[in-house]
């Protein structure tokens, strides 16, 4: 069946870059997404990838795409305290949407 | 920005009351879902609707029950609740089309219902 799979924590410092790791297994997924979710919230999209693109970006943001190993990264360059939050990574399946368990970014003054 | 709304934010309530949370949003979306988190932070799929009249279940079990009378309205009962049924509860809508390969959810809010 569908998976997708996400470390569970991150701790980073103010200012450094903080990199996101998600692994899926439908190999047929066509979109794969990131969302965002702060305390107390629901979840908020931050940016999406087609499936016959390598690499995204978007101001702070860049997602990279390994189809071969199904392998998607987000990155947050220069980040900041109000990056902290759960960073949930998804992919369209034969269900609307498989939501990884989501990775808790903790950042560091 | 997606306008979807949840009500209540939060709720306590005792066990055995009926409880209905409601999810509306005013951008026209065929597609509604229900999510429940627990906390853990992983999201279960447990009711989703195509549209008007369309209602389905979702990955997780639930005794909860939903229905899709107008389009920008699903709103999901819970006839008894219990201790159990302690999470927090996500609705999301989306434009795409049956089938489409994507599938861009907005959420609301959120309702956290606790059950004494």
Redesign the interface.
């Known amino acids: 069946g569908e998976d997708v799979e996400q470390s569970l924590f991150l701790s980073v410092r103010e200012g450094d870059s903080s990199v996101i790791n998600c692994t899926y297994t439908d190999s047929s997924s066509t979109y794969l997404y990131w969302y965002k979710q702060e305390p107390g919230a629901g979840l908020q999209l931050l940016t999406y990838i087609f499936s016959n693109m390598d690499m995204k970006q978007d101001q702070r943001l860049t997602v990279l795409l390994n189809k071969k190993d199904k392998h998607l990264s987000l990155r947050i360059a220069d980040t900041q305290t109000g990056d902290s939050a759960i960073y949930f990574c998804a992919e369209r399946g034969n269900t609307p949407l498989v939501f990884g368990k989501g990775t808790r970014l903790s950042v560091i003054a | 920005e997606a306008d979807i709304y949840?009500t209540p934010r939060y709720l306590v309530i005792g066990t055995g009351k009926k409880i209905t949370l409601e999810c509306s949003q005013t951008m026209g979306h065929d597609?509604m879902?229900w999510y429940q988190q627990d906390p853990?932070?992983?999201?279960h799929?447990i009711h989703?609707s195509y549209g008007v009249n369309s209602t389905e279940k979702?990955?997780l079990s639930s005794e909860s029950t939903v229905s899709r009378i107008r389009t920008e309205h699903f709103p999901l009962t819970l006839e008894s609740a219990r201790p159990s049924h302690t999470s927090q509860y996500?609705c999301?809508s989306?434009a795409a089309p049956w089938r489409s390969?994507?599938?861009?959810?907005?959420?609301?809010?959120?309702t956290?219902l606790l059950v004494l």
């Open positions: 949840q597609k879902y853990g932070m992983e999201l799929l989703y979702g990955d996500l999301a989306s390969p994507q599938e861009t959810q907005y959420f609301g809010p959120g956290r």
